[in-house]
């Protein structure tokens, strides 16, 4: 099994604050990792696929970035909003094939 | 519309008796694969497939049988449930191996099994 842990748990945020939480990986045999936005009562819908070290990528006012040799992902929201309550998961993917997702952090935007 | 859909969205059932949860997607994809959601434990791999007829085990496939005969469908049998295998079930698909391409995964709507 793979190891992969998000941080924190959970985390509450004033509407209009900026937030990041971090999902950590093995560092070696890296091949993608994946985040997804997942709403309560929904199905988890994918957010970024990042596969080069270095990577950023940016979807409105989230963003995320990678660092592959010391094994971590930011996710970054800035000026959170009350639709941005969700639980955002990563999914490390190894050279392998094999494929293990974070437990989540669970996001509450209070207005 | 491209989707991923799953049968039954509900289902209680008893220790023993054999149950099918069905998975169909209608984006021609390669890839696809069930994950069960337990609290404080994320979504874990159960089986994938890469193609028709090429299944393998994921994190915790004890307990758990798939077939892939169609490109379409991926099937999740449980020959003999148990109580700890009630949970909220998802199926994914994806073009290819997630990652592949920059491919991601899309998700079905979610299956919540209780077994008694």
């Known amino acids: 099994i793979l190891n992969v842990e998000q941080s924190p748990q959970s985390l509450h945020v004033q509407e209009g604050d900026s937030t990041n939480f971090t999902c950590s990986f093995p560092s070696s045999n890296f091949y993608a990792l994946h985040w997804y936005r997942w709403e309560t009562a929904k199905s988890p819908e994918a957010l970024f696929v990042m596969t080069l070290n270095g990577d950023e990528k940016k979807k409105g006012r989230i963003s995320a970035t990678l660092n592959t040799k010391e094994g971590y992902s930011y996710l970054y929201i800035k000026g959170s909003q009350p639709e941005d309550s969700a639980t955002y998961l990563c999914a490390f993917i190894d050279g392998w094939g094999k ?13 | ?35 069960r959601q337990d609290p404080g434990l994320g979504l874990r ?3 994938y497939s890469m193609n028709v007829e090429v299944t393998d085990k994921g994190d915790v496939p004890e307990g758990y049988k798939v077939s892939r ?21 998802f199926c994914a698909s994806s073009l290819s191996f997630p990652g592949r391409l920059r491919e991601t995964q899309y998700f079905g709507p979610g299956t919540r099994l209780l077994v008694l």
Not at chain 2, 11 to 29: A, D, F, P, R
Request: hydrophobic fraction near 30%.
């Open chain 1, 99 to 111: 494929l293990q997702f974070g437990a989540g952090t669970q996001v509450v935007v209070t207005p």
């Open chain 2, 1 to 35: 519309e491209a989707q991923v859909t799953q049968n039954p969205r509900y289902l209680i059932t008893v220790t023993g008796k054999k149950l099918t949860v069905t998975c169909s997607q209608n984006m021609n994809h390669e890839y696809m694969s069930w994950y």
């Open chain 2, 45 to 47: 791999q159960i089986y």
């Open chain 2, 69 to 89: 005969k169609e490109k379409r469908n991926f099937p999740l049998i449980l020959e003999s449930p148990s109580p700890n295998q009630t949970s909220l079930y």
